[in-house]
């Protein structure tokens, strides 16, 4: 268990609706980031949140956004949802240091129909 | 433009033996690399990492090499065991890039036979 929960584990939704996929940290890490897995793709590196504050971003939608709380939990909003956002999001979060690993969720698995 | 690539998508090992997974990167700013081991319905494990001043690291029975000058990283499992069997994923990041965003490889699939 590597202490990162993600909420729901699968999510199914029809085209043009939004969701909201929820992260909490390990306990003591103050960043979070969110991953996407599309079929057959390796993971791509979305957003990264340092308390509170974004740090990074990578290849995320501008139809996606995120934010991270006071209490470190993280929330991606994805909306005008399109077949081709069905995908594998993952949270993962870590030591606010560089050269740490990063400790990842189970991900919340997206379908969109 | 993949930054880091797993060039074997999957390989395959007696149970016992030596398996060994690669991982090229063409980034020079990357000075930190990682091994990910992941399984189905779950999300990746962090395994091991080693650092651009290092050329070997070793955990167990996993070992990560580094060569910088090749641009290229392999992690060796020693002896395998049928519990490997799982998607690798090598990653990188850079001290001086913002954040620490980890790239990541597009995984092999190891399958250790009994």
């Known amino acids: 268990d590597s202490g990162v929960t993600q909420t729901p584990k699968h999510l199914i939704t029809a085209t043009g609706q939004r969701v909201t996929l929820r992260c909490s940290p390990r306990?003591?890490?103050?960043?979070v980031y969110w991953y996407q897995q599309s079929l057959d793709q390796g993971l791509q590196f979305l957003i990264q949140y340092y308390n509170g504050e974004e740090r990074a971003k990578g290849n995320i939608l501008e139809r996606f956004s995120a934010q991270q709380f006071p209490d470190l939990h993280s929330e991606l909003n994805l909306s005008s949802l399109e077949l081709g956002d069905s995908a594998l999001y993952f949270c993962a979060s870590s030591l606010d240091r560089n050269n740490s690993p990063l400790h990842f969720g189970n991900g919340t698995r997206l379908t969109v129909t | 433009d993949q930054q880091v690539k797993q060039n074997s998508p999957s390989l395959s090992v007696q149970e016992g033996r030596i398996s060994i997974l690669n991982c090229d990167y063409t980034n020079s700013m990357f000075d930190y690399f990682l091994w990910y081991k992941k399984y189905p319905a779950e999300g990746p494990t962090f395994l091991i990492s080693?650092?651009?001043?290092?050329d070997k690291n070793e955990d167990g029975r996993f070992t990560v090499f580094l060569n910088k000058s090749a641009k290229h990283l392999s992690l060796h499992i020693v002896p395998s065991q049928p519990g490997d069997s799982a998607v690798y994923f090598c990653a990188a990041s850079s001290i001086k890039a913002a954040g620490n965003k980890l790239t990541f490889g597009g995984g092999t699939r190891v399958l250790v036979k009994p």
């Open positions: 080693i650092s651009s001043i290092k």
């Open positions: 306990s003591g890490d103050l960043s």
